[in-house]
């Protein structure tokens, strides 16, 4: 929570006050897509992403009447090594990426793809990168209980393979 939902916060705090005299601004906030489900032994991780959309959804509206823009960028499995340095529940480094991630976008591919959605004219409020994962998100949106039942069985082979 501190550094992915508070850190954005405080920095939309300190630079929002100087873009609203100016009349003119974005602020952009990265996201994911666990941001709209929860994942196994992802739980502190998804809650954070949830309120990070949450929070930026609640200053959309907020600015909407002023020059200023904020928006939310939630990529889908970038090929980093964040989960690798990540700590479990013990406290230890994770040491490994899942299988998805090591297969996921690189960074500069998600970075090519942000500008290009954010040069064109009108910045959309809420942008999704990602490979197939991105579909999950109206998939659980119009299909709940499918997508409970589906992403329980994937998440269990995944943790039966890892274990």
């Not at 970075?111 to 197939?132: C, E, N, Q």
Request: proline share 6%; aromatic share 12%; no cysteine.
């Amino acid at each position: 929570m501190e550094v992915n939902f508070w850190a954005a916060v405080a920095l939309t705090k300190a630079v929002l006050p100087h873009m609203l005299s100016r009349n003119t601004g974005q602020i952009w906030t990265v996201s994911s897509i666990l941001g709209f489900f929860g994942s196994p032994k992802l739980a502190a991780y998804a809650a954070s992403k949830f309120a990070v959309i949450g929070y930026f959804e609640s200053l959309q509206y907020e600015l909407q009447n002023s020059g200023v823009h904020a928006g939310i960028l939630s990529p889908g499995f970038i090929n980093t090594s964040v989960t690798v340095k990540s700590l479990g529940p013990n406290g230890a480094p994770i040491g490994v990426n899942s299988s998805a991630q090591e297969k996921g976008m690189l960074p500069e591919v998600l970075a090519r793809k942000f500008l290009k959605k954010t040069a064109r004219g009108k910045l959309p409020k809420h942008i999704v990168i990602g490979g197939y994962e991105r579909f999950s998100i109206p998939f659980k949106r119009f299909f709940p209980n499918l997508f409970s039942l589906v992403y329980s069985k994937l998440t269990n082979v995944t943790r039966k393979k890892n274990a």
